[in-house]
């Protein structure tokens, strides 16, 4: 059994301002802390979504008439809840990344702590692991992978050691493999690797740590998902209900910090020719004011290290014609 401790439990709770009889949203539901302290209030329903069957099965141990778990990312849930008769809800709350039980199991290949088969899928039940995937990408996109989503220097060098790898193992096994030969087929060989290209170590950080993440988030479609889940969470809510987003690296706080400002100042994200002024009724009107963005506490990070990089960010949805002040 893995243990797993909730990030900004408290604080993300209370950022929904749960209401006597309101429905609300958890979409990444983990090990349940959120939810579980969600239930302990008089909510009237709560839908859960996860991707990982392990994190399904923990909620199956929730006998609550008011929860219901759904198997699949939540960019799936306006589907999800319209085919469940919800067509509006009082809050979504998104915890992102990884979970602590995913980190720590070594079978599941997230990290480069612990050796085990390169997998770092979400849900082992679909798509393919990040073994069949470096077993197949060119040197091409495995640069812009690592490079945009890991936010490597050394992605050039990185992915041509990888298909350099690869090709001399194929060179090895004579042309005798019965399909795709991957470069590495553990994590530890991976992160060794990547170790040996990487020239200048960090203080503090391990060197596979962003080719680790930046593979990590192209398999599971992480960056990808998150729009689609921030647009349906926001179509969803109704006015006065809340969306809490916690994020732990700059490239998923990046999209959410841009989607909550667009839509609390839309104004400043149009283009218009500058002959072309527009009045002030003109204008699109705000429809989220931002509320809050909180930094867990230090006795928190001290408690739990791996929550020293998240940061949570907090809006309401606004009535048609209402101020975003």
């Known amino acids: 059994m893995f243990a797993h401790t909730t990030v900004l ?11 006597a009889g309101g429905v609300y949203v958890d979409g990444t539901f983990g090990r349940g802390g959120h939810s ?41 849930m306006q589907t999800a809840l319209t085919e469940r008769g919800v067509t509006a809800v009082d809050g979504v709350l998104l915890d992102l990344g990884i ?4 980190i720590d199991d070594a079978q599941r290949g997230f990290s480069f702590r612990h050796d085990g088969p390169l997998d770092m899928r979400m849900d082992p039940t679909r798509g393919i692991s990040a073994a069949d995937w470096l077993a197949q990408v060119d040197v091409q996109e495995l640069t812009e992978v690592i490079k945009d989503y890991g936010e490597e220097r050394y992605a050039v060098s990185i992915a041509k050691a990888l298909v350099a ?6 060179a090895a096994q004579g042309g005798g493999a019965s399909g795709p030969v991957a470069p590495c087929d553990s994590t530890g060989e991976l992160a060794a690797l990547v170790a040996s290209v990487v020239r200048k170590k960090e203080p503090g950080q391990d060197p596979a740590t962003r080719t680790f993440q930046a593979i990590r988030i192209h ?21 006065g209900g809340r969306l809490v987003v916690i994020s732990f690296h700059s490239l998923e ?6 989607f909550m400002q667009q839509h609390a100042k839309p104004e400043a994200h149009l283009a218009v ?49 209402a101020s975003s002040r």
Do not use: W, Y
């Open 273 to 321: 020719p500058r002959h072309l002024p527009l009045r002030a009724d003109q204008l699109p009107q705000p429809q989220l004011r931002l509320l809050k963005r909180v930094h867990p506490g230090a006795q928190e990070v001290a408690g739990n290290p791996r929550a020293r990089s998240a940061v949570m960010r907090v809006a309401e949805k606004l009535a048609p014609g």
């Open 253 to 258: 706080d990046r999209i959410v910090k841009r």
């Open 165 to 170: 790898r690869r090709l001399a193992k194929q």
């Open 9 to 19: 439990l408290d604080e993300a709770v209370a950022a929904l301002a749960l209401c």
């Open 219 to 239: 398999i599971n479609r992480e960056l990808a998902e998150l729009p689609l889940g921030l647009n349906q969470a926001f179509d969803l809510l109704r006015p």
């Open 36 to 76: 579980r302290r969600i239930l302990q209030t008089d909510v009237a329903r709560l839908i859960a979504f996860d991707k990982d069957p392990a994190a399904i099965a923990a909620a199956a141990e929730i006998k609550d008439a008011r929860f219901e778990i759904v198997h699949d990312s939540f960019a799936q």
């Open 99 to 102: 979970s602590s039980p995913q």
